[in-house]
């Protein structure tokens, strides 16, 4: 699974960054503190994360009982306690922060705006209001598909305001993917914008969403129209409303409701190795509590940091980075609307410069993608306030990791490379700044509190760095996903069946070395990684074959530079397979009409036409073979139970 090349890299790399004596000083987490956290969790792990909940939220009604286990592996947490999640995000900052800036905002043009806590508070408060005289009640889902503006975040506390359920959809997301989650999740309400920019580009959300709700979606009974872009829209009478209207007369003030720990928070809809995607329930609680703590552990948040998360919340990563996590810290957030490079590849840099950015947190893709424009471009700005810089989402090569130490953290700041997922709510393997020495291109080791372990295919555990394994964590943790909404049966085989129930499967590999530190080698699944966006095989597919000429499709990955992961599509067409320029037009027909299914993440960067697939007699496609032509390796696998040798020919034929 892992290949040779990254392996031998990460067995040969012998650089360690020690954490400076003058980060240490002042860090939140010093080497000893850390040592004292790992005993106490080892000593008692239920102990431990009820210690954290109480001292790190604001409960309404404190918790007696921590983890309820008798439905695991469905855990849950803190489950008599009482909580609001925006309350934690913003009342609870009033008194001491009320005019402190929450969010620094600048659009793809250049708009800038900014919301103190008191400001973001009465929006969300009035928008909440406006929810409440639509006849939303806790409970009840709310699909979010919004450009990155303010005013998403003011619809996810707004829900969590009343206790509805948001599921943001990420505004790259086009029709049958944003109907397919509208559908999913039941949602009564969509809030969306008349459209986003993105590099010079109008998108047309609203549009979208339009198409996506024609003849379809029969739970949406309204939808909340942002005015961002100033584009035409259509507006259909007796549902749509627009954002301004609807908070018209609305008071700056609305009761939190305070719900129980394991009310859930959002869903969040990530793909799997079905073309079904997994709406991922987070409870909110413990959610809440791994947004909070994370922050201020990982990325070791300060009363006047300016904290730069450049995810969207169509992602995860915005859940937990842009919105709960540091607002729920107190902190400044930026946000910005559009592309690293628009209009010039500065456009990163100049935003941590304009507005004193401290700390930065971006995608190994975006570090790549910036660095082929060279060093001339950071060297410009002044990036002297940065203090600590973080990468999520896929593997960060050591090549990258040194060039955003040197050219961006000027080699004075901390490198986090945080390893989570969607479905663990928020980071669980990192170095904690202040203790733990990075090595480029390991995510180190698991917070405390966390048990992660390599294991082999019989769970036993692996501590050879040459055999990589399966990651696992052993025991729950209170920001784990609760289920996979209206589908408990996929929750328990998706992550549990494959060690008996025993141990979360991340579903990734990953080699322990020499200093126990964890080296993520990449997905064991037919999940792809293509530019940080998490996308399965089997989507694609299924878009693939929706067109009406496609007769079959195989979707694999293969390395890519600057993407992380290419996505290669063999494609059999009804009727003859077309060669020369008729296979060109076909393949730009088809890259488009993914495009237009999925979203432009999802369109294939190869496309080859075969006249058959690679299958074994039983009439499986053989993906291990598709992917070693994909990468134009030399065929290694036993091919004697393939039904078509003849096939491989052809496909390597087109390379
Ligand atoms: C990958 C994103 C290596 C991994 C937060 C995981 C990483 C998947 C890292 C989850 C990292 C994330 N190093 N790989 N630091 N962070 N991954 O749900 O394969 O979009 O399983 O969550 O991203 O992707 P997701």
């Known amino acids: 699974m892992t290949d040779q090349k990254s392996l031998d890299s990460i067995l040969q790399e012998r650089r360690v960054f020690p954490p400076g004596p003058e980060f240490t000083v002042r860090a939140r987490i010093k080497p000893a503190d850390r040592e004292r956290l790992v005993a106490e969790a080892r000593a008692g792990h239920e102990a431990f994360w009820g210690r954290i909940a109480r001292e790190t939220l604001g409960w309404h009604k404190p918790f007696t009982i921590t983890l309820d286990q008798a439905s695991a592996p469905n855990y849950r947490w803190f489950t008599d306690g009482e909580i609001n999640a925006s309350w934690n995000c913003l009342d609870a900052n009033l008194r001491e922060r009320g005019d402190k800036t929450a969010i620094i905002f600048e659009s793809e043009p250049g708009e800038t705006?900014?919301?103190?806590?008191?400001?973001?508070?009465?929006?969300?408060?009035?928008?909440?209001?406006?929810?409440?005289?639509?006849?939303?009640?806790?409970?009840?889902?709310?699909?979010?598909?919004?450009?990155?503006?303010?005013?998403a975040i003011i619809a996810m506390l707004a829900c969590a305001r009343i206790g509805a359920v948001h599921s943001v959809v990420f505004g790259g997301f086009s029709t049958r993917s944003l109907r397919d989650r509208i559908e999913d999740a039941g949602a009564r309400l969509v809030i969306t914008a008349d459209g986003g920019h993105r590099a010079g580009r109008l998108v047309e959300l609203k549009a979208t969403a339009d198409e996506a709700l024609a003849g379809a979606c029969p739970s949406v009974e309204k939808v909340i129209v942002l005015r961002h872009t100033g584009c035409a829209v259509d507006m259909k009478p007796g549902r749509d409303v627009w954002w301004s209207d609807a908070v018209a007369g609305q008071a700056a003030s609305?009761?939190?409701?305070?719900?129980?720990?394991?009310?859930?928070?959002?869903?969040?809809?990530?793909?799997?190795?079905?073309?079904?995607?997994?709406?991922?329930?987070?409870?909110?609680?413990?959610?809440?509590?791994?947004?909070?703590?994370?922050?201020?552990?990982?990325?070791?948040?300060?009363?006047?940091?300016?904290?730069?998360?450049?995810?969207?919340?169509?992602?995860?990563?915005?859940?937990t980075y842009v919105a709960y996590?540091?607002?729920?810290?107190?902190?400044?957030?930026?946000?910005?609307?559009?592309?690293?490079?628009?209009?010039?590849?500065?456009r990163f840099w100049s935003i941590c410069e304009r507005h004193g950015v401290t700390i930065f947190y971006t995608a190994p893709t975006a570090i790549r993608a910036l660095m082929k424009y060279g060093e001339a471009i950071p060297a410009k700005y002044d990036l002297s306030k940065i203090r600590l810089l973080g990468s999520v989402g896929?593997?960060?090569?050591?090549?990258?990791?040194?060039?955003?130490?040197?050219?961006?953290?000027?080699?004075?700041?901390?490198?986090?490379?945080?390893?989570?997922?969607?479905?663990?709510?928020?980071?669980?393997?990192?170095?904690?700044?202040?203790?733990?020495?990075?090595?480029?291109?390991?995510c180190t080791l698991p917070l405390p509190g966390i048990d992660a372990a390599v294991v082999d295919d019989d769970g036993n555990e692996i501590n050879d760095p040459n055999r990589g394994g399966h990651l696992v964590i052993r025991k729950?943790?209170?920001?784990?996903?609760?289920?996979?909404?209206?589908?408990?049966?996929?929750?328990?085989?998706?992550?549990?069946?494959?060690?008996?129930?025993?141990?979360?499967?991340?579903?990734d590999t990953a080699h322990r070395d020499r200093d126990g530190y964890f080296w993520v080698m990449g997905r064991a699944?037919?999940?792809?990684?293509?530019s940080g966006h998490r996308l399965g095989t089997a989507e694609v597919e299924s878009a693939f074959v929706a067109h009406p000429r496609v007769a079959e499709a195989a979707?694999?990955?293969?390395?890519?530079?600057?993407?992380?992961?290419?996505?290669?599509?063999?494609?059999?067409?009804?009727?003859?397979?077309?060669?020369?320029?008729?296979a060109e037009a076909m393949a730009h027909e088809l890259r488009e009409w993914v495009g237009r299914e999925i979203g432009a993440i999802a369109k294939p960067d190869d496309i080859r036409f075969a006249d058959n697939l690679p299958k074994t007699r039983s009439g499986k496609i053989m993906r291990r073979l598709l992917r070693a032509v994909a990468r134009g390796e030399e065929i290694t696998q036993d091919v004697s139970t393939l039904e078509n040798p003849a096939i491989l020919d052809q496909l390597r034929g087109q390379a």
Not at 334 to 346: F, L, Q, R, S
Not at 555 to 578: L, Q, T, W
């Open 113 to 151: 705006r900014r919301l103190s806590y008191r400001e973001l508070t009465a929006e969300v408060c009035r928008l909440a209001n406006a929810l409440k005289a639509s006849g939303i009640a806790a409970g009840d889902r709310i699909v979010i598909y919004m450009p990155m503006v303010p005013e």
């Open 254 to 319: 609305c009761a939190p409701v305070f719900v129980p720990s394991e009310h859930p928070l959002f869903l969040l809809y990530t793909s799997g190795s079905t073309g079904r995607p997994k709406g991922i329930q987070h409870a909110t609680a413990g959610f809440l509590l791994g947004a909070k703590l994370t922050t201020l552990w990982a990325f070791d948040l300060r009363e006047d940091d300016v904290f730069w998360c450049t995810a969207d919340i169509g992602w995860v990563t915005g859940h």
């Open 325 to 346: 996590g540091p607002l729920a810290a107190g902190a400044t957030v930026v946000i910005y609307e559009g592309a690293p490079v628009h209009p010039d590849p500065g």
């Open 394 to 442: 896929e593997p960060i090569n050591p090549e990258a990791w040194i060039w955003y130490q040197r050219n961006i953290g000027k080699e004075r700041c901390p490198v986090v490379d945080t390893w989570w997922q969607t479905e663990t709510g928020a980071t669980l393997i990192a170095p904690l700044p202040g203790a733990v020495a990075a090595k480029p291109g390991s």
């Open 476 to 507: 729950p943790w209170p920001f784990m996903l609760r289920t996979i909404w209206g589908d408990n049966e996929r929750y328990l085989a998706t992550y549990w069946a494959r060690f008996g129930n025993r141990y979360y499967l991340a579903g």
């Open 525 to 530: 699944d037919d999940v792809l990684k293509v």
């Open 555 to 582: 979707v694999v990955g293969r390395p890519h530079d600057i993407k992380g992961e290419a996505i290669c599509a063999y494609v059999v067409m009804k009727g003859e397979r077309p060669t020369g320029a008729a």
